[in-house]
């Protein structure tokens, strides 16, 4: 995500701080109402930035949004899914993390 930003902003001065101003927003959305966002793989959803050819992948754990990936749209899917993957091997964590208050809580 940090080397798309200043690719960005090689473009023009300025893009690579909108890159990260969309990425923000689209993972304020995810835990404000992550439900909204269509299943991509098993348990994975999609959010699409904006203005942006990006994906942020996540998972919900209990009450915690958990990112797998912020992704070119052009990038062939098994390179998330790889990381989804190495996910699920880790849901007892995850879950005992999101039983503990920890990461970023969806908002009820």
Do not use: C
């Not at 690579?16 to 990425?23: S, T």
């Not at 689209?26 to 348990?43: G, I, K, S």
């Not at 754990?61 to 790889?82: C, D, F, N, Y």
């Amino acid at each position: 995500m940090v080397s798309a930003g200043r690719r960005y902003e090689t473009l023009r001065r300025g893009l690579g701080g909108e890159f990260i101003a969309a990425v923000s927003a689209t993972l304020r959305a995810v835990v404000e109402e992550p439900l909204q966002f269509p299943v991509a793989h098993r348990d994975t959803r999609r959010a699409l930035l904006r203005r942006f050819p990006y994906n942020l992948y996540f998972r919900i754990h209990g009450k915690v949004v958990v990112v797998i990936a912020v992704q070119h749209g052009r990038r062939h899917p098994r390179r998330w899914q790889v990381r989804d993957e190495a996910t699920t091997y880790l849901s007892p964590v995850l879950r005992e993390f999101a039983n503990e208050g920890a990461g970023v809580p969806v908002q009820e």
